[in-house]
């Protein structure tokens, strides 16, 4: 699924990486929390929806790959002690693990510092740029609420999640719109992607289920219990795959597979 | 001295801080490590070689401000327990003394992303944005070399300031060049402003000298002596001035005022 799109990803995320004159231990460090096996879910779906609207994924290569550098910098500063406090990344040490605590916070700040340079390099396109660096600091702000005492209400659980889950997921739809020179559509897919972005929260929460109950964490589940999260993932489902149903080409068909499969992830 | 650049950059900080939509306590860390009785001298800088070569330092403020915002963000991470680990900053607690480690870090964190997308929402000017957050990626790198074990010799030495302090004020320099439209002397000019960041990183020196020695920290100082330190300075000066003589209207004047009192500041 979205196999070709996380290939292209892959190749240019190397590609794409300025380290000319960077400290060795940056350059490694970076590479580290960038290079890792990711499922480069974001970027493909950027260019999925890219190539669905009739752009070519070429062209929007370096916009992904600044989205997935984004999400690759937040993980590195995510799992910081003073953060969640994760030792391990898919199974291998985590940044600051590896290299400590000092190494890992200037890892992500490079990560993000390359994102925004390497935007910054393409020419024009600036309604996609904005969305991607806008949707960077609404993680930003998710972190936030997520790191802090908040009230556990309804509206605060979209928000958090909305802000750090969807943020990014919105503006892979948004940018892909924008880059396939459908800004008239960036808005109503922006709302697609943050729905995605729900849907493949959610089933996180279902499948951290038990971990997250163990350490109080405010979630769809831990909030909404299971039966209504998964009839809130289905209605999900049902309305992304209705506001798709116009498009029938070979990236709809995909995007509209990988939403299916999302809804019966179990990892 | 400079002052007037330095009110215009004050008043448009705060203009250029989007917040809209952002966790409360994220707003106020960021606000405290941005809005914080900073000197501003690289945004001023920047507007001031504008105005020197022609251009208008209103149509430069975005991209002073998005300086600054980088600067204040290294700032905010620099005092980490994990980096340089100093509780005060200009005589108040530093940014994770006031709001605790995690803020701290998605305070430096939102900052960043903030200077990016400030500068993303600019019409044009792609070679002064590139110049910034191209700066901002070396001064990454120097906080490395600053941090981890590395070999003292004289090319070290000067790669580390070059990249720590020497790189936003070389953006300031040949950001201002190519704002003004001037950007047949970005070049020359961004050499000019890594001399006057050496000269800035110099005469800090020779002001930290007895805790810098204490803590055996790598600088020119230590590195030199102060003797050859202070013929360094001199000699540095003195090419700036001769860089800068061709240059005769009220900002060249003044730019020129603030190299010499540069070399004689005593704070």
């Known amino acids: 699924m979205l196999d070709r799109y996380?290939?292209?990803?892959?190749?240019?995320?190397?590609?794409?990486?300025?380290?000319?004159?960077?400290?060795p231990i940056l350059v490694e460090s970076?590479?580290?929390?960038?290079?890792?096996?990711?499922?480069?879910?974001?970027?493909?779906?950027?260019?999925?929806?890219?190539?669905?609207?009739?752009?070519?994924?070429?062209?929007?290569?370096?916009?992904?790959?600044?989205?997935?550098?984004?999400?690759?910098?937040?993980?590195?500063?995510?799992?910081l002690p003073a953060m969640d406090n994760d030792d391990y990344r898919r199974g291998k040490p985590s940044?600051?693990?590896?290299?400590?605590?000092?190494?890992?916070?200037?890892?992500?700040?490079?990560?993000?510092?390359?994102?925004?340079?390497?935007?910054?390099?393409?020419?024009?396109?600036?309604?996609?740029?904005?969305?991607?660096l806008s949707a960077a600091l609404d993680m930003v702000s998710g972190q936030s609420y997520d790191l802090n005492e908040i009230e556990r209400n309804e509206p605060m659980l979209h928000l958090l999640h909305a802000q750090k889950t969807g943020a990014l997921f919105r503006a892979a739809f948004a940018a892909g719109a924008h880059l396939a020179g459908r800004s008239?559509?960036?808005?109503?897919?922006?709302?697609?992607?943050?729905a995605i972005g729900l849907l493949f929260q959610i089933t996180d929460d279902v499948l951290d289920a038990e971990k997250d109950r163990a350490e109080n964490k405010?979630?769809?589940?831990?909030?909404?219990?299971?039966?209504?999260?998964?009839?809130y993932i289905q209605e999900t489902e049902q309305q992304i795959l209705f506001a798709l149903a116009p498009y029938d080409n070979a990236p709809a068909r995909e995007l509209k597979a990988v939403v299916?499969?999302?809804?019966?992830?179990?990892e």
């Open 6 to 23: 996380r290939q292209m990803t892959e190749t240019a995320l190397e590609q794409n990486l300025y380290t000319d004159r960077l400290a």
């Open 30 to 79: 970076m590479r580290y929390g960038l290079l890792n096996g990711g499922k480069r879910i974001r970027p493909s779906l950027l260019l999925c929806v890219c190539e669905m609207l009739g752009g070519k994924a070429e062209n929007a290569l370096p916009f992904a790959c600044a989205l997935e550098m984004i999400h690759s910098y937040s993980l590195v500063h995510d799992d």
């Open 95 to 132: 940044n600051h693990k590896q290299f400590g605590e000092a190494n890992a916070i200037l890892a992500g700040d490079g990560l993000l510092t390359e994102a925004a340079l390497l935007l910054s390099k393409q020419a024009g396109n600036d309604a996609a740029k904005a969305e991607i």
């Open 184 to 194: 008239d559509l960036a808005e109503p897919f922006s709302k697609l992607g943050q």
């Open 218 to 231: 405010f979630t769809y589940l831990t909030f909404y219990g299971e039966a209504r999260s998964r009839s």
């Open 260 to 266: 299916r499969q999302m809804t019966n992830r179990t």
